[in-house]
């Protein structure tokens, strides 16, 4: 139960730290903008930002049971 919460909020604070690190610096744009791979990196932050929601949500349900 509490295990389940803390990974998601583990998940989360990888995703948090991902975006950081992919954000432009210096005002150039990031190496991924502009090229096949810009798309699959917004789903991929998507998808951590869902599964770190479920997977707290699933550990408080999982608590109030």
């Not at 991924?32 to 479920?54: H, I, K």
């Amino acid at each position: 139960m509490l295990a389940l919460e803390v990974m998601g909020l583990a998940v989360l604070v990888a995703t948090v730290v991902l975006f950081a690190v992919l954000l432009p610096r210096g005002g150039r744009t990031h190496r991924f903008v502009g090229t096949e791979l810009e798309p699959y990196v917004a789903v991929l932050l998507t998808a951590m930002v869902a599964l770190s929601f479920t997977m707290i949500l699933a550990g408080v349900l999982q608590g109030l049971s």
